[in-house]
């Protein structure tokens, strides 16, 4: 990954905490951040986002503050949403792993733990990496369409009544995998074609290792290219045994695969919109569906020494 430039000493970030991410003590984080930064010498003002429109509103405010660092504080889902602010602004984004699994985070290299992550703030160096696009919206890590949308809003739904996340997965996994769901599609890019009937569409903002590009794994974010897979599966048994073995990071180049690379591609369906996932985030867009990647759009702050080519 190239590096363009180090940290300077900033005395002022703008930090915004996702109130729905990861551990239920955000007060107990909120102080405890206070005190890393302060112990840093930042005066960092720390905001909680107690729902998804709070945490839009207090992006795009912060983009337009005078402070040169916008921090994030939360899972893929909260990250994402202020790095679609910041994308393509002189600001730099920071990042906080507070959820459950943090890919951006761990594709960058930066610490998860909380004391970690801030002394990245103040000792790292800044990198521009590449964001996805579809239709006008940001994401940071992958979108699909297909199957994966409608185990979010199932597993949602089980949440709202009372069900923890992992417990509720599960379920909602077992009711769509009964249901067998399948779109047809058609993926058009300058030079290539693919069409059929498939359970999803995975787009990855670069490159995923193929051994385990459902868990995440990028050795790269600034190749300036989208990587799409979907699986022509024929059986409901076939992708039961195909989301088994992603989930565990399993997957190889002989499983039941079609990929291609591409700068930009278009999704046409039979419908005239369709919800997709946008890093775990389901929305509901027009078709055809245009992803492009956006080269270089995102500042964000890294660990460690330059290093040309690496992660």
Same mark, same amino acid.
């Given at each position: 990954?190239?590096?363009?430039?180090?940290?300077?000493?900033?005395?002022?970030?703008?930090?915004? $905490?996702? @109130?729905?991410?990861?551990?239920? =003590? !955000?007060?107990?984080?909120?102080?405890? +951040?206070?005190? /890393?930064?302060?112990? *840093?010498?930042?005066?960092?003002?720390?905001?909680?986002?107690?729902?998804?429109?709070?945490?839009?509103?207090?992006?795009?405010?912060?983009?337009?503050?005078?402070?040169?660092?916008?921090?994030?504080?939360?899972?893929?889902?909260?990250?994402?949403? $202020?790095? @679609?602010?910041?994308?393509?602004? =002189? !600001?730099?984004?920071?990042?906080?792993? +507070?959820?459950? /699994?943090?890919?951006? *985070?761990?594709?960058?290299?930066?610490?998860?733990?909380?004391?970690?992550?801030?002394?990245?703030?103040?000792?790292?160096?800044?990198?521009?990496?590449?964001?996805?696009?579809?239709?006008?919206?940001?994401?940071?890590?992958?979108?699909?369409?297909?199957?994966?949308?409608?185990?979010?809003?199932?597993?949602?739904?089980?949440?709202?009544?009372?069900?923890?996340?992992?417990?509720?997965?599960?379920?909602?996994?077992?009711?769509?995998?009964?249901?067998?769901?399948?779109?047809?599609?058609?993926?058009?890019?300058?030079?290539?074609?693919?069409?059929?009937?498939?359970?999803?569409?995975?787009?990855?903002?670069?490159?995923?290792?193929?051994?385990?590009?459902?868990?995440?794994?990028?050795?790269?974010?600034?190749?300036?290219?989208?990587?799409?897979?979907?699986?022509?599966?024929?059986?409901?048994?076939?992708?039961?045994?195909?989301?088994?073995?992603?989930?565990?990071?399993?997957?190889?180049?002989?499983?039941?695969?079609?990929?291609?690379?591409?700068?930009?591609?278009?999704?046409?369906?039979?419908?005239?919109?369709?919800?997709?996932?946008?890093?775990?985030?389901?929305?509901?867009?027009?078709?055809?569906?245009?992803?492009?990647?956006?080269?270089?759009?995102?500042?964000?702050?890294?660990?460690?020494?330059?290093?040309?080519?690496?992660?």
């Amino acid at each position: 990954m190239q590096i363009a430039e180090t940290v300077q000493q900033q005395t002022q970030m703008e930090v915004i $905490v996702n @109130a729905g991410s990861g551990t239920d =003590d !955000k007060g107990g984080v909120r102080q405890q +951040l206070a005190e /890393l930064f302060a112990e *840093a010498g930042i005066a960092a003002q720390i905001r909680v986002a107690h729902n998804s429109s709070e945490l839009l509103r207090l992006a795009r405010h912060s983009a337009r503050s005078g402070a040169p660092i916008i921090v994030a504080g939360g899972g893929d889902g909260t990250v994402s949403a $202020v790095a @679609a602010a910041v994308a393509g602004t =002189d !600001k730099t984004l920071g990042v906080l792993p +507070l959820g459950t /699994l943090n890919h951006f *985070a761990k594709d960058l290299r930066i610490p998860l733990d909380l004391a970690g992550a801030v002394r990245n703030l103040v000792t790292g160096r800044i990198a521009h990496v590449d964001v996805g696009e579809v239709n006008g919206h940001v994401f940071i890590n992958n979108s699909s369409l297909g199957i994966y949308p409608k185990l979010v809003r199932m597993r949602e739904r089980k949440q709202r009544q009372g069900m923890s996340k992992w417990p509720a997965f599960i379920v909602a996994l077992i009711t769509v995998m009964r249901r067998y769901p399948l779109v047809a599609v058609r993926l058009v890019t300058d030079d290539q074609r693919l069409a059929g009937r498939t359970p999803f569409v995975f787009v990855g903002n670069n490159e995923y290792e193929t051994s385990s590009f459902r868990m995440g794994g990028r050795s790269c974010l600034d190749a300036g290219h989208l990587s799409v897979y979907t699986a022509p599966v024929r059986s409901r048994f076939e992708l039961i045994k195909l989301f088994i073995k992603a989930f565990l990071g399993m997957i190889r180049d002989s499983d039941n695969f079609d990929h291609l690379c591409a700068p930009e591609v278009w999704v046409e369906t039979r419908r005239r919109r369709t919800r997709i996932a946008l890093d775990g985030e389901v929305r509901r867009l027009r078709t055809p569906l245009h992803y492009r990647v956006r080269p270089g759009a995102l500042r964000v702050i890294v660990p460690g020494a330059p290093e040309s080519g690496s992660a």
